[in-house]
C-alpha cells in the first residue's frame, strides 16, 4: 500500500479558506493585514500546534480566523498560491478549488475576490508557459503543455453559500456570468458549488438559481443530504427530479432509512450513477459519521458507484489527500486496484471536458503503470 505516496490523484472538492496550512495561517499572522491582538495570535498558534487533535470549537475558531485574515487581495493571493502548490506537493495533478467570494468594505469587491483567485491560477500558469518556451515553442498547445509542465491543473468552481439568502446567490451569478466574457476565466471558471450551513436556508429558495447555472452551462456540485432530516431528502428529491445536480457533496444520509422508511432517492442516485465527493476526515471531525467503521463510503463502494474522495477543509481538519485515500482504503479493506479505480471514477466524475480527461487518464495511468511495474 505505500506504493500510493507514488500515485497522482484528483481532488475535486476542496474550499480555498478551509484549504489553507498552518504554515500560510502562521506566515500571514504577522502581517499588518492581520490586524490581530497578541492574544488572539497566542490562542491561534497552541491551536494549531494541536493539529488532527483539535476539537470541532477549535475548528470553528480557525474558520472565523481564516475570514479575518482573508480581508486582502495580497493575502487571497497568498492563500490561492498556497494551497494549489501544496496540493501539488501533494501528488495532485488535478484540482478543483472552490470558494465564496465576498465583499469587505474598504477593502475588496466579490468581483475583486474572484479576480485574485482566476489571476493567481493564471499566474501559475504564466510562470510555466515560460519555463515550455525555453525548452520548445509550438504557440498552439503552449498552454496546455504549461499545465502540464507546472505538474497541476486548476479549475475553479464558484460557490454560494445558502446561508447567505437568495438575493446574494444571484449578485454572484450575475458576476460569474460577467467574467466568463473573459476567455481565460472561462476556461478556469468550470461550475458553481452550493454550500454553507445545511439547517439555515432551504434548498428550494435556490432552485430558480440552480436553473441559472444549467442554462449558463456550467457545471453543479451541491451539498446534500448532511442532515438526516426530512427537509434535507425534499429538497434533494426537487434537484434530482430536475437533473440539476452533476456531484454531490458528502451525501452523508443518502442511504439511509428516514422515519422507517427507505428513501427512493438512493435507487435515483444509483441509477444515474451521480458521483458523491467522500471527505472521510471532515465528516467525522464534525460528528455527521461516528467513526471509520461506520462510514458511508463502504456502502457506496459496495453498489460500485462513483465516487471520489477528497480532503473538503484540508487546513482546517489537518489532513492532506494522500491521508485520506489511506483512509478510504482502510475503510473499504481496499488495494492497489481500489485505489486505481477510484482515481478512474473520480477523473470520469471532474468538471474538465471529454479529450481533457481522457487526456489526464492518460498520463496517470502511463506514470501509474512505470510504478507499479518498477515495484512488482
Ligand atoms: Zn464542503
Redesign the pocket.
Known amino acids: 500500500m505505500y506504493l500510493i505516496f507514488f500515485f497522482f490523484f484528483q481532488e475535486l ?1 476542496a ?1 480555498l479558506s478551509g484549504s489553507i496550512s498552518d504554515e500560510t495561517i502562521l506566515k500571514l499572522l504577522g502581517t499588518k493585514d492581520a490586524s490581530l491582538s497578541e492574544d488572539i495570535i497566542e490562542e491561534m498558534k497552541s491551536i494549531l500546534k494541536m493539529k488532527d487533535k483539535r476539537s470541532l470549537e477549535e475548528c470553528f475558531k480557525i474558520f472565523s480566523l481564516l475570514h479575518t485574515l482573508t480581508n486582502s487581495i495580497s493575502n487571497i493571493k497568498t492563500c490561492t498560491y498556497d494551497v494549489i502548490k501544496e496540493f501539488s506537493e501533494d501528488n495532485v495533478w488535478y484540482l478543483e478549488l472552490r470558494s465564496t467570494p465576498k465583499n469587505v468594505i474598504g477593502s475588496y469587491t466579490k468581483e475583486d475576490y474572484i479576480k485574485a483567485v482566476l489571476e493567481t491560477v493564471k499566474l501559475l500558469m504564466i510562470i510555466s508557459i515560460k519555463a515550455v518556451l525555453k525548452t520548445k515553442c509550438n504557440s498552439l498547445y503552449i498552454h496546455r503543455e504549461a499545465e502540464k509542465s507546472f505538474g497541476i491543473i486548476v479549475r475553479i468552481l464558484i460557490s454560494i453559500d445558502r446561508s447567505r439568502g437568495v438575493e446574494d446567490a444571484w449578485d454572484t451569478l450575475k458576476i460569474v456570468k460577467e467574467l466568463r466574457n473573459n476567455v481565460v476565466y472561462k476556461k478556469y471558471i468550470r461550475g458553481i458549488d452550493v ?1 454553507g450551513n445545511p439547517s439555515k436556508e432551504s434548498l428550494l429558495e435556490y432552485l430558480p438559481i440552480l436553473r441559472e447555472v444549467r442554462e449558463m452551462e456550467l457545471k453543479l456540485a451541491v ?1 446534500l443530504l448532511e442532515l438526516c432530516e426530512s427537509v434535507a431528502f425534499e429538497e434533494a428529491a426537487e434537484i434530482f427530479s430536475e437533473g440539476l445536480v452533476d456531484r454531490i ?2 451525501g452523508t444520509f443518502l442511504n439511509q432509512k428516514l422515519s422507517g422508511e427507505t428513501s427512493n432517492l438512493v435507487n435515483v442516485v444509483l441509477e444515474r450513477k451521480i458521483p458523491l465527493e467522500i ?1 472521510i476526515t ?1 465528516n467525522i471531525k464534525c460528528g455527521t459519521v461516528k467513526d471509520l467503521a461506520s462510514h458511508h463510503v463502504n456502502w457506496w463502494k459496495n453498489k460500485d458507484h462513483p465516487i471520489a474522495i477528497c480532503t ?2 484540508k487546513g482546517v481538519f489537518s489532513t492532506t489527500l494522500s491521508d485520506e485515500i489511506c483512509l478510504y482504503c482502510k475503510a473499504v479493506d481496499g488495494d492497489i486496484q481500489d485505489v486505481m479505480d477510484m482515481i478512474s471514477t473520480s477523473i470520469e466524475a471532474s468538471f474538465l471536458d471529454e479529450n481533457e480527461k481522457q487526456d489526464l487518464k492518460q498520463r496517470i495511468f502511463n506514470y501509474m503503470k512505470n510504478v507499479v511495474d518498477e515495484a512488482t
Open positions: 472538492h474550499h454550500s451539498h457533496g458528502h471527505c471532515s473538503d477543509d
